[in-house]
């Protein structure tokens, strides 16, 4: 029993009844794993069936100083689920139910262990759609795909779950009840929660959005003679404005696994990309046309277009069966999750390859093409200890390289417990600092899902960032702040008198980069939303911007334009200490620690003052969105507790 | 593959112990083949157990994970026995996680072979004895069946259940065939004697018993193009495998594949009315004789000469009839993906279109299939299986096993559905 007193078993049974509290061998012995290498013994397992218990045992566990972990189907391949301070499981894959579908309002309301692929059967029939699709969709939960951020092959165009999640209800690890939204407090702590990995609270229901489904889907293979000209091919697709509905990819060594497996008749190449498009017949029928071109010009050796369902089925075989065709060879697949930003995509595999050669790994790769994203699949057989070490150490030698390619160690696996010191090779000591206050706000007593994200020793690896020299004078007037500072900028609504010490952000008006071939743009903080949209226009580029007065900081910051959170993909922002931190970048996907884009998102200057934004471009002009009213934002019990934490002088306004 | 116990892993080199199981990959040993399981838990959302339960310790995974740790002695068989045989018992062996699964790992013939380590893998001793004695002395057995039921009638077994008797060690199970077996033996008509006979019918032990017509109708169905020859009483080896004693189901094996070989014509086609049956010769027969390569080709060639009753039925409406709308039950041991149960949806569907009905995969459970086997969590699969029936108004339900079928009759009854059950052949006019 563990940690677990007679006493506390007692009074869980009491809570959820006495079958549903185990604490036998055997259960503990098969709660201890997930898709990773980690395996870790709880103290006891409860299963939830009914969400309404949850707060009480929460606080239960709380009280009593009980770790816990909240685990449904446990497909993560990070090690997520593992209870490293033993403690209590808590399987919720019993909170499976669908509550609402709203097809006129276009959402769904679920509880937190409902399997993805059963929300997509259901909407079926009503000609809906849920976005995200993690290739464990057959298997992985909703709540689990919102606690990793988890995305699929689809990201490219519709974007991860955060972007899809409007609302959640969520019990702190202290046993409070919070319903977020994106813009009901202080920053967006609804997207703060997605990827948190469970650390920061134990999500229980869900409102997702879901949209109609296209009228058409076409799919079609095509081979390059190098990954190169694959990876060219889908970055002048985006600048031509077409945007896959998704784009896989596969090296040679895949698809010869994949061909010897299933025999789906792939042409043999260095690289093959299977498109799919969707839309209306009209629309599919032009970007078909483009797609041929550019292909073609990219040097493309077949181009073969499913003409049928069969045909398209016949495709996606190949594509499918890569990881079956692997797991075949040996016991374990040890399957990895690097991005980088789309242009360091060639260079950073052919890194990966001369390394894999090297040490004569088995291993395949495939990659989500549109998005940086890609998985090289390790073969090797667990029982053999001194192979795992070896695998780990290439696996960590690869996410080193994505990093220094300036990219992620996790676009949407998260970072668990297996890629935990790889953190502090990521992101500098300030920035994991900060998570650290997060973690350590909500959670004082390290309880929810404990020692996960945060490496333990960051203190000592995590490398020291200055902050660029023009920003010096803003660290030195918060350094030395002696009254509460309010952060501004051109046209910013909040009011503000004589008395009032600012902090404003004028200054910082220029636009840094457009990168035509990640398709991203970095602006400093105070640069008008309109002059950004003038200058991206005379490149004939768009960004998701309303059409508003003021600055792009205030924008974001100001909680005005929920809509733009997702198109977020990086910041650089100084806290009240006047630490310096940088998150995410030109990248298009990253699970690596708390997002800590959406903490800033609606934020109103509280937590830190934003310096600068990297955003995501397109080559066509995408939905205008429409600025909402200013409000103050207002604080809830979490957000209390975070600006407590991370500003404990009271320095922001 | 042999017997073995938990015992006789040498914890130090458990590779080398002794049991080995047949994957879709080759033969491996039992070790080497729960350790393939990678723990993606792509299986769950098929296993029947786990979307009862949504319990991690009835989930493929799960078992796979709890075989490992025996083997590898991270969990004591001994102190941890009631729990283990939960979680071994309950599985259905109806083989959907293998199918699902990307390295086809063969759960159900783990879960087997845990339940031979752990040493529930056997008949209930009386039955045991019934069936042996059913080899040695056919007649006397059919003497003895015929007692069983005239003790029925005179209320023998009643009385034996309500004095509490029946739940004796060794006689447990006979009040559960009590309540399955039909009440009387059918009449059959005498079997015609070929000196040269064109295919070779074995029949299940149920339905040459218990289900004359399926018998009957098999044999009907086969006749028009064959000249059968029936093996009554032919022991195939199939319960001793499943049970677990495996070296008498090799023996009985090798005695069936001799008398075939013995044949004046080679490779004669076999026959067979149970779809559990049709895949333990097909598939796991061979697996038997993996260190006898010699007897394993014959084996092979003899799984290449079994057939099901489907591949002798003639499709459309002319040839097919039965009560509208129609569903097939999937259940089997170890697989619902074989070849007889995806040809039979296929004749159900061009034979009766839209009025073959096709569950959803929640609603179609493997409920069915001989429920000495499979311990009693399929018993909670029964009520949606059943409620899913009564929504779609199902006229037929058609089984692919005459075991198959008397459960599903006891299941209607007691729930007091209208619906009719016929073993796949009988649909034949």
């Given at each position: 029993m563990g940690q677990l007193s007679a006493q506390l078993i007692r009074k869980l049974q009491k809570i959820v009844g006495k079958e549903s509290v185990r604490t036998d061998e055997v259960s503990l012995a098969l709660y201890a794993y997930d898709c990773s290498l980690s395996r870790t013994r709880p103290d006891g397992v409860i299963l939830i069936?009914?969400?309404?218990a949850l707060p009480n045992i929460i606080s239960l566990l709380h009280a009593h100083r009980i770790p816990f972990v909240a685990r449904a189907s446990a497909t993560n391949h990070a090690g997520s689920c593992a209870t490293l301070n033993g403690g209590v499981v808590l399987n919720l894959a019993p909170l499976n139910r669908i509550l609402e579908i709203n097809t006129k309002q276009e959402y769904a309301v679920v509880e937190s262990g409902v399997v993805t692929g059963k929300l997509q059967q259901a909407l079926d029939p009503f000609g809906f759609f849920y976005a995200p699709d993690p290739a464990s969709e057959k298997v992985c939960t909703l709540g689990g795909n919102f606690i990793q951020n988890a995305s699929g092959a689809r990201c490219m165009k519709y974007g991860n779950t955060a972007a899809h999640v409007l609302e959640a209800d969520v019990i702190l690890p202290t046993g409070e009840t919070l319903t977020l939204t994106p813009d009901n407090t202080v920053g967006n702590l609804l997207g703060l929660l997605a990827g948190s990995e469970g650390t920061l609270g134990i999500v229980t229901r869900l409102k997702v959005k879901i949209l109609p489904k296209p009228s058409h889907i076409k799919t079609f293979l095509v081979t390059f003679p190098s990954l190169a000209n694959s990876i060219q091919t889908v970055t002048d697709l985006v600048a031509r404005g077409i945007l896959p509905r998704c784009v896989e990819a596969m090296d040679k060594t895949t698809v010869s696994a994949v061909e010897d497996f299933t025999h789906a008749g792939y042409p043999s190449a260095e690289a093959l990309l299977i498109f799919e498009l969707d839309g209306t017949a009209q629309q599919i029928a032009q970007d078909e046309q483009q797609l041929q071109t550019i292909c073609c010009q990219n040097g493309a050796l077949n181009f073969i277009a499913a003409q049928n369902e069969q045909e398209r089925a016949s495709l996606w075989r190949g594509r499918r069966a890569a990881y079956s065709a692997m797991a075949r060879l040996a016991p374990n697949v040890m399957v990895g999750d690097g991005t980088v930003p789309p242009k360091e995509l060639p260079l950073a595999l052919e890194k990966i390859h001369t390394i894999l050669m090297q040490e004569k790994i088995q291993a395949s790769l495939l990659f989500h093409a549109g998005d940086g994203n890609f998985h090289p699949q390790l073969v090797f057989d667990e029982r053999n200890k001194p192979d795992v070490v070896h695998i780990k150490k290439i696996l960590k030698r690869i996410l080193q390289i994505c990093v220094e390619h300036g990219g992620t160690v996790s676009g949407e696996h998260g970072i668990g417990v297996e890629k935990r010191a790889l953190m502090a090779y990521q992101y500098s000591l300030d920035t994991l600092s900060l998570m650290a206050k997060i973690k350590h706000a909500t959670d004082p007593l390290q309880l929810a899902n404990p020692l996960k994200i945060i490496p333990l020793d960051y203190t000592e690896k995590a490398r020291i960032e200055q902050p660029p020299q023009i920003l010096m004078p803003f660290v030195q007037k918060l350094q030395n702040a002696e009254k509460p500072l309010q952060i501004t900028g051109t046209n910013s609504r909040l009011k503000t008198d004589k008395t009032t010490c600012v902090l404003s952000a004028q200054t910082l008006n220029r636009i840094l980069e457009i990168d035509t071939n990640n398709y991203t743009v970095t602006v400093q903080a105070g640069v008008l939303v309109s002059d950004l949209r003038e200058t991206l226009k005379t490149h004939h580029l768009f960004c998701v911007l309303p059409n508003a007065k003021g600055t792009v900081g205030g924008l974001f910051a100001g909680g005005t334009a929920p809509e733009i959170y997702p198109h977020i993909l990086g910041l650089e922002a100084l806290l009240p200490d006047g630490s310096f931190i940088r998150y995410g970048g030109k990248l298009m996907k990253n699970a690596a620690g708390y997002n800590l884009v959406r903490l800033f998102a609606g934020s109103q200057g509280q937590y830190g003052l934003v310096t600068q934004l990297t955003m995501r471009l397109f080559a066509s002009q995408p939905a205008e969105i429409k600025e909402k009213l200013f409000r103050r934002a207002a604080h809830n019990t979490w957000s209390e507790k975070l600006k407590k934490e991370i500003d404990p002088r009271g320095i922001l306004l | 593959m042999n017997d073995c116990s938990f015992r006789d892993i040498d914890v130090t080199h458990p590779k080398n112990h002794l049991t080995s199981v047949k994957t879709d990959f080759g033969v491996r040993s039992f070790y080497s083949s729960v350790s393939f399981c990678n723990r993606c838990g792509c299986c769950a959302q098929d296993c029947p157990t786990y979307l009862f339960s949504q319990d991690e310790t009835l989930s493929p995974r799960g078992r796979n994970q709890a075989a490992r740790l025996l083997v590898e002695q991270k969990l004591s068989p001994q102190k941890n026995k009631k729990e283990l045989l939960r979680l071994i018992n309950?599985?259905?062996?109806?083989?959907r996680c293998t199918q699902v699964c990307a390295g086809k790992i063969p759960t159900a013939k783990h879960v087997l072979e845990m339940r031979r380590l752990l040493g529930v893998r056997v008949l209930p001793s009386t039955l045991q004895k019934g069936l042996e004695l059913r080899f040695a002395y056919p007649h006397l057995f059919n003497c003895l069946v015929k007692f069983f039921l005239v003790l029925r009638l005179c209320g023998f077994i009643k009385l034996l259940r309500f004095s509490g008797l029946s739940y004796a060690t060794g006689f447990g199970w006979l009040g559960k065939a009590d309540t399955l077996l039909p009440p009387k033996i059918g009449k059959r008509e005498n079997i015609k004697i070929t000196t040269t006979p064109s295919l070779i019918y074995i029949p299940s032990l149920e339905t040459f018993y218990f289900q004359p017509s399926v018998f009957q109708k098999t044999l009907q169905t086969v006749s028009r193009s064959f000249q059968p020859s029936v093996w009554e009483n032919t022991p195939t080896g199939r319960f001793e495998f499943v049970f677990g004693n495996v070296r008498k189901a090799r023996v009985q094996l090798k005695k069936l594949i001799t008398r075939h070989r013995n044949l004046p014509t080679k490779n004669l086609p076999v026959l067979t009315d149970s779809i559990d049956a049709y895949i333990f010769l097909k598939e796991a027969a061979p697996s038997l004789f993996e260190e006898y390569p010699n007897w394993q080709q014959k084996a092979e060639q003899f799984a290449a000469c079994v057939r099901f009753v489907t591949d002798f039925l003639p499709s459309g409406k002319e040839f097919i009839t039965a009560a509208k709308p129609v569903c097939l039950d999937k259940g089997a041991l170890f697989s619902h993906k074989s070849q007889p149960i995806q040809d039979a949806a296929q004749l159900l569907h061009s034979s009766f279109a839209e009025n073959f009905v096709q569950f959803t995969y929640d609603a179609d459970m493997p409920a069915f299939a001989y429920s000495f086997v499979k311990g009693n969590f399929s018993e909670q699969l029964i009520p949606p299986l059943l409620q899913t029936v009564k929504e779609n108004k199902i006229q037929t339900v058609v089984t692919l096993s005459g075991w198959n079928k008397m459960e599903w009759e006891r299941a209607l009854k007691k729930q007091k559905i209208n619906a009719k059950v016929l073993h796949i052949s009988e649909l034949n006019r």
């Open positions: 069936k009914n969400a309404a | 309950s599985c259905t062996i109806c083989g």
